[in-house]
């Protein structure tokens, strides 16, 4: 086995020239060439890489660009602590953050005490956090290959063996890494960098963007708290964050490259396939292919005359060896080949303004979002300031309840429909209300309240002919409202399920055949919607909100599919038109008691007139 380097055998060991400059100027060398805190004097990056006895061949196998940017990255006094990998596929993204760690990890090696040096104990560790989705792919994925590279040098192979305890790598040197998913894998740990791998693919609740983003900040803190006085000079370590480019505008990868703007310790790397495997293409000859942006979709640019009407910083020169590739699916391959985020992959889903609703109505509550609490004696109905139009009285009422628990809203919509275009088979709807109710501070959402608004609705003449309710804590209300036998279609409903209702009321606000009054917080929900067109899923932004845009949906999708209610209805007059029998639809129920129930737990309905 070769023997280890020592201090004095560097002595007497010749020197060239370069070598003396890489040891003079080492971001690791404080004072002088043979500091007392080192064993062995580490090499400059650039010999690191290209000498195999300290990495074997990966160094000198790695791309061209990547080579570049490594020198770059550690050239002393950048102040780096933070390296974002996005861009294409098989760009060598992981080999590159491996390598960031090993040579950190070799710096480490070559001191006497790494714990003493940084300012800590000398019992207390130093770790690298090698970190994955799960921990178990931290180990098989992540830590393997990380262990692979060591391998592959004769410099590690002469000095390092490792034991394993529990989600721990012990190294010599009191060197830990440590391998995890989760925020409290870090936790009691002075972690000077790591990698945290596939970020933005998480596939689980528990690996939500507040979890990866809980989980990256336990350990910037760590590295923080610990190194802070080096972080600002030569930082001992860095954090790699590497994910593939997705479709998501706001993942987790996407908030910390914009962070990249304006912050000068967070380098991104974002490179196409051809851009890092260069030499790998004899040909110059080029195809085009637009991104795309929230309006305008993705596209192979086939006539160059197109190129000046767009904008020219979203059309890509690509090599036709890829042309075939991106035939076959463009969207995946400006993600996988291009590392572009296809602009039309999440848009805005609703194009409307605040002129797309009708100014001239009365909001039908005095507030738009009503404290409605268990312990509190108010009612829903007591906030209803208008009354309903004398000439839309007797159409048939559709309503959709979207409970929530008690940190969300619950919204709460009434729609009819008040024109048929058979020649067009296009339906004009009129929104009676739209509310969110929110529970007070210490309290709960009264459940038994909104029972009894519905109720309210009932008694004071509007003809309610189906009522929905989401699937979260429903099941209550569904069975009371069919016991109760005055509505005559009850069901579960949910918008999540499907994105069928809301392109129904999309296409209603879009064609101005909605009539509704202004409300702020459902402007705001249907103005932040985005639209996954890969899943088909319509949701808000992280930290937003939809709970009234739900119910609106729901509500006007009920009308919408059951528009046979509505054909002996003369639109224009004033005669009720024949409710369906409800127990056509109870009947078809079976173990349900349908005993009418008493009127729920709260005031008594009294006020002599449907405010709406």
Not at 595 to 609: C, E, F, I, Y
């Amino acid at each position: 086995m070769k023997k280890s380097k020592t201090s004095t055998s560097i002595k007497n060991e010749k020197i060239d020239r370069d070598s003396v400059k890489d040891l003079i100027y080492s971001s690791t060398v404080k004072t002088s060439i043979f500091e007392p805190d080192f064993v062995e004097i580490p090499v400059s990056i650039t010999r690191f890489l290209e000498d195999e006895y300290y990495l074997g061949n990966v160094g000198k196998s790695l791309y061209p660009i990547w080579k570049e940017e490594l020198q770059k990255l550690f050239t002393p006094g950048n102040k780096v602590i933070e390296v974002v990998f996005s861009g294409a596929t098989r760009t060598g993204k992981s080999t590159v953050a491996n390598i960031i760690q090993l040579y950190n990890l070799y710096k480490l090696l070559c001191l006497r005490s790494p714990s003493l040096y940084y300012g800590l104990i000398e019992s207390e560790p130093i770790a690298i956090a090698l970190f994955n989705i799960t921990e178990e792919l931290a180990y098989e994925v992540t830590f393997k290959k990380f262990k692979g590279y060591m391998e592959m040098s004769p410099w590690f192979m002469e000095r390092v063996t490792y034991n394993r305890t529990g989600s721990e790598i012990v190294l010599p040197k009191n060197i830990r890494i440590l391998l995890g998913s989760r925020a409290t894998h870090a936790l009691g740990n002075a972690v000077i960098g790591g990698v945290m791998d596939e970020v933005d693919f998480s596939k689980t609740k528990a690996s939500s963007y507040k979890s990866i983003y809980d989980t990256y900040i336990n350990i910037r803190r760590r590295m923080e708290g610990q190194f802070m006085k080096y972080l600002k000079k030569d930082p001992p370590g860095m954090l790699c964050l590497i994910s593939s480019v997705t479709n998501d505008v706001n993942s987790f990868l996407e908030s910390r490259i914009k962070l990249a703007s304006v912050h000068d310790n967070i380098k991104v790397y974002s490179y196409s396939q051809w851009e890092v495997k260069s030499f790998d293409y004899v040909s110059s000859e080029r195809f085009y292919v637009y991104i795309g942006d929230n309006k305008h979709p993705a596209k192979i640019i086939y006539n160059k005359a197109e190129i000046a009407k767009l904008d020219s910083s979203k059309v890509l020169e690509v090599p036709v060896e890829y042309q075939q590739i991106f035939e076959d699916d463009l969207e995946r391959a400006l993600m996988d080949v291009a590392g572009k985020r296809p602009g039309y992959g999440i848009r805005t889903f609703f194009p409307i303004d605040k002129e797309t609703f009708n100014n001239n109505r009365t909001p039908a509550f005095s507030k738009e979002v009503i404290e409605i609490g268990v312990h509190s004696n108010a009612l829903i109905q007591d906030f209803l300031t208008v009354k309903l139009p004398e000439r839309y009285k007797h159409l048939p009422r559709f309503i959709h309840v979207d409970l929530s628990k008690n940190k969300d809203k619950t919204g709460i919509a009434c729609v009819t429909l008040t024109k048929i275009d058979p020649t067009q088979s296009i339906a004009y709807y009129h929104v009676d209300f739209v509310i969110a109710i929110s529970s007070i501070v210490g309290d709960s959402i009264d459940y038994d309240k909104i029972r009894s608004f519905i109720v309210h609705l009932l008694d004071n003449g509007l003809p309610i002919q189906g009522i929905s309710f989401d699937s979260f804590q429903s099941y209550d209300s569904l069975i009371y409202f069919e016991k109760l036998k005055r509505i005559p279609i009850v069901e579960l409903q949910s918008v999540d399920k499907t994105s069928e209702p809301y392109y129904v009321l999309r296409n209603s606000f879009v064609n101005k055949r909605i009539d509704i009054y202004y409300h702020d917080l459902l402007f705001q929900e249907l103005t932040f919607l985005q639209e996954d067109l890969y899943t088909g899923k319509i949701d808000h932004p992280p930290g937003g909100s939809k709970d009234v845009a739900d119910a609106l949906a729901g509500a006007l999708y009920l009308c919408h599919k059951n528009q046979n209610v509505f054909s002996t209805v003369n639109f224009l007059g004033t005669t009720p038109p024949q409710a369906l029998d409800p127990y056509s639809i109870l009947q078809q129920k079976k173990n349900i008691d349908l005993s009418t129930p008493s009127t729920p737990n709260n005031k008594q309905d009294t006020l002599p007139n449907i405010g709406l």
